[in-house]
């Protein structure tokens, strides 16, 4: 079974730029969890799609956002971008299994802004 | 608010001695609870949680509601228990990792 995939492995962008990152979840997997991971920080939640549909996002600016698309792979978009964004994003997908939420993660992104 | 605190950064043990990594989570109910681990050049991966009261590589975790902590315990350690560990607990619609703990077995 193919895992969680994402692409780019590394972005490097300039201040003020846009980043687009794509992230393909495991078959039958409907739900994708995008999380932000700055250096010697944790993972910090950054957004939560299901069914197409944002479920929910964690506490970061409106120029995060991203979308779903009907294959269930997500994209993240970070506009306007500022040197405080550069982190691993990593991705997680998960079915629902016995109400509660198990995560698969993708190998993430190195973003880079300079 | 909900938030999940695990207060060691580094934890260094000797190979076959008992380790316990500690989790503690504030909320008023009662979330879902996870361990998350991270092996040297791997991806992040679910260890073990709550819900299936399983043992995994040893390992196992204890929900203590009453100080709304969940530690992961194993009774002698391994190198390649080597590792970053995240708890991770599941709030409604929310989700939390802890800023994890790195455990180093040293032979």
């Known amino acids: 079974e193919a895992g969680v995939t994402q692409s780019p492995t590394h972005l490097i962008k300039t201040r003020g730029q846009q980043a687009t990152l794509r992230c393909s979840p495991i078959s039958g997997h409907t739900s994708v969890y995008w999380y932000q991971q700055a250096l010697g920080l944790g993972l910090q939640f950054l957004l939560w799609y299901d069914e197409g549909e944002e479920r929910n996002r964690g506490n970061f600016p409106p120029r995060f956002s991203g979308r779903q698309f009907p294959n269930y792979s997500s994209e993240l978009n970070v506009n306007a971008l500022e040197l405080e964004d550069s982190a691993l994003y990593l991705c997680a997908s998960s079915p629902l299994v016995a109400e509660t939420y198990e995560q698969y993660f993708g190998p993430g992104t190195r973003l880079t802004v300079t | 608010a909900q938030r999940v605190t695990q207060p060691e950064k580094l934890l260094s043990v000797f190979k076959g001695a008992p380790v316990e990594l500690k989790c503690n989570y504030s909320?008023?109910?009662?979330?879902?609870l996870f361990w998350y681990v991270q092996y040297s050049r791997q991806r992040l991966q679910l260890l073990l949680r709550h819900i299936s009261r399983e043992s995994i590589k040893g390992f196992t975790a204890d929900l203590n509601k009453g100080e709304t902590s969940f530690h992961l315990k194993k009774p002698f350690a391994q190198e390649e228990d080597s590792a970053m560990y995240y708890c991770?607990?599941?709030?409604?619609?929310?989700?939390?990792f802890g800023s994890g703990t790195k455990l180093n077995v040293k032979p």
């Open positions: 909320y008023s109910g009662s979330p879902e």
């Open positions: 991770a607990p599941e709030f409604p619609n929310k989700f939390y």
